[in-house]
């Protein structure tokens, strides 16, 4: 994969996911999504770093919860023990984050791992998305 500029895919993924469906071009998904969804599965590390930029770029909620429910709950599902520590100290300490946490589900998450995060969801006072 070409070396991706951070910031620049972090603004395409917040402007293709604010657009109403029927706006939504694919070559903006393949630009935006579609990279970090490949990112997820064979660099994850640059994975979290394009999630913390987008949560840093944007306050809209539809975008965050479709960040939650999609890349960030794909990459705890498969990389969970690699990202779950830095998730529960991200999350106490940005709301925003916090927020994209409990939009992710369960997915392929064991058990157990589900309810580490289920508890964090609690700890944090909030309600599944």
Not at 67 to 76: M, T, V, W
């Amino acid at each position: 994969m070409k070396m991706i500029d951070i910031s620049e895919l972090a603004d395409k993924y917040v402007t293709y996911s604010s657009l109403d469906e029927d706006k939504k071009e694919q070559h903006l998904y393949e630009e935006s999504l579609f990279i970090l969804q490949e990112m997820v599965n064979n660099e994850p590390e640059t994975a979290w770093n394009v999630i913390l930029e987008i949560i840093k770029r944007t306050d809209n909620k539809w975008v965050l919860t479709l960040l939650g429910c999609g890349e960030l709950e794909s990459l705890l599902g498969r990389h969970f023990d690699q990202f779950i520590d830095r998730s529960e100290k991200e999350a106490r300490g940005d709301k925003k984050f916090a927020f994209v946490v409990s939009c992710v589900w369960q997915n392929r998450m064991s058990d157990e791992q589900y309810a580490r995060l289920d508890r964090l969801v609690e700890e944090l006072g909030l309600e599944r998305e």
